[in-house]
T-cell receptor, first 114, second 109 residues
């Protein structure tokens, strides 16, 4: 099992460009999450999904959109990239049920917006 | 509101013991996770506590006091590979993890 995978691993964008980050999991998890992590700060939740076809806003959703058309995939879109979106983006998944809701993380995408 | 407080950075010596504290306030509570994150890598699961007391797993132990909103991670027989950030993450009433900023642990020979 690959677990959680993310593509691409690195990307450099110019201000105003758009892009999509792909997350895939093969653990049949219901819940999927997109986080960003900046130096000196904890993981901040951007958007999450509790099942195929559903999405919800997290703590910092502005400037991002998501889609969960298939259970195993969770896409994060940047509509018009800004330098403030330079960050490391992590995708995670979990069963989402019950009290033991361990999240499994992908390797991350390092995004730089110039 | 929701708040997690843990030290920003700690330094310890190889072979020694270190305790990383975490205090939290969340809207509801359903257990607490500790994750390890090496520089440039993804967080990985270390431990989970839902009941008061100590959970031991090899060189790592984690303690929880629900009434005090307090947890700690205890690392014994420190090795250089333990240099990493340690993230405290209590869960809220919806079982979702609330992430602290993490404690960067530096191990010196």
């Amino acid at each position: 099992n690959a677990g959680v995978t993310q593509t691409p691993k690195f990307r450099v964008l110019k201000t105003g460009q758009s892009m999509t980050l792909l997350c895939a999991q093969d653990m049949n998890h219901e819940y999927m999450y997109w986080y960003r992590q900046d130096p000196g700060m904890g993981l901040r939740l951007i958007h999450y999904s509790v099942g195929e076809g559903t999405t919800a806003k997290g703590e910092v959703p502005d400037g991002y959109n998501v889609s969960r058309l298939k259970k195993q995939n969770f896409l994060l879109g940047l509509e018009s990239a800004a330098p403030s979106q330079t960050s490391v983006y992590f995708c995670a998944s979990s069963t989402g049920t019950g009290e033991y809701n361990e999240q499994f993380f992908g390797p991350g995408t390092r995004l730089t917006v110039l | 509101g929701q708040n997690i407080d843990q030290p920003t950075e700690m330094t310890a010596t190889e072979g020694a013991i270190v305790q990383i504290n975490c205090t939290y306030q969340t809207s509801g509570f359903n257990g607490l996770f500790w994750y390890q994150q090496h520089a440039g890598e993804a967080p990985t699961f270390l431990s989970y506590n839902v009941l008061d007391g100590l959970e031991e797993k090899g060189r790592f132990s984690s303690f929880l006091s629900r009434s005090k909103g307090y947890s700690y991670l205890l690392l014994k027989e420190l090795q250089m590979k333990d240099s990493a950030s340690y993230l405290c993450a209590p869960t809220d009433s919806n079982y979702q993890l609330i992430w602290g900023a993490g404690t960067k642990l530096i191990i010196k020979p």
